[in-house]
């Protein structure tokens, strides 16, 4: 059992859609990420989230815009996507947030997107 | 910018047989994480390491923090089935929210 819950587990979209991820943490963590993760790759890192405010953005396209209501919930808003943009994206919660240590991230399971 | 290379990227062992990755950064690490990946699951957290030259046992997993902060490894002795999977090592980059991780070491195993 995993402790942060993404959903959907799965969606699929068209390149015209605007759809969102959900990803909830109950653990107190003051840290969340977005991940995207293609087929036999590693995690790679799209956004994190301070104390609810954005903190790094990896260059990501504008068609994907973060959100974090409050410190228990992060959202990606997904539009205009294109195909190649079809991933697994994996939200993490982090404790720790210093200069020197992440601290371990704690990673749901996942949701599985393609964009036809 | 940094990079984190695995190595093997990928073995194929049969129970019982002992299996290592190594991982390699291209800069010095603070500390380095590590973590599994089941096929179709997510990554979960192993372990972390922090001192130059640290190791530390799970079991029957050995991992290794190179002396020069730049290097580690996992060593599992006698592979099960329920090892398979694909280990991660991961490393700070930047600013500690920023982890990297490396290539990746995808384990078969074999009856």
């Known amino acids: 059992d995993t402790e942060v819950t993404q959903t959907p587990k799965h969606l699929v979209m068209g390149m015209t859609n605007k759809k969102s991820l959900k990803c909830e943490q109950h653990?107190?963590?003051?840290?969340m990420y977005w991940y995207k993760q293609k087929a036999k790759k590693p995690p790679e890192l799209m956004f994190v989230?301070?104390?609810?405010?954005?903190?790094i953005n990896e260059s990501v396209p504008s068609r994907f815009s973060p959100e974090c209501p409050n410190s228990s919930l992060l959202n990606l808003h997904l539009h205009a996507l294109q195909p190649e943009d079809s991933a697994l994206y994996l939200c993490?919660?982090?404790?720790?947030?210093?200069?020197?240590?992440?601290?371990?991230?704690?990673f749901g399971e996942g949701s599985r997107l393609t964009v036809l | 910018g940094q990079q984190v290379m695995q190595i093997p990227q990928y073995q194929h062992v049969q129970e019982g047989e002992d299996f290592t990755t190594y991982c390699n950064s291209s800069?010095?690490?603070?500390?380095i994480q590590w973590y599994k990946q089941r096929p179709g699951g997510h990554p979960v957290f192993l372990i972390q390491l922090v001192k130059s030259g640290e190791v530390k046992k799970q079991k029957r997993l050995t991992f290794q923090f190179g002396e020069a902060k730049k290097n580690s490894s996992l060593h599992i002795t006698a592979t099960q089935t329920t090892d398979v999977g694909t280990y991660f090592c991961?490393?700070?980059?930047?600013?500690?929210?920023?982890?990297?991780f490396g290539t990746g070491t995808r384990l078969q195993v074999t009856l």
């Open positions: 991961a490393g700070p980059s930047g600013t500690a929210s920023k982890l990297t």
């Open positions: 993490a919660s982090s404790r720790a947030r210093d200069f020197v240590n992440t601290g371990e991230l704690f």
């Open positions: 989230y301070s104390y609810e405010k954005l903190s």
């Open positions: 800069t010095t690490l603070s500390n």
């Open positions: 653990m107190g963590h003051r840290a």
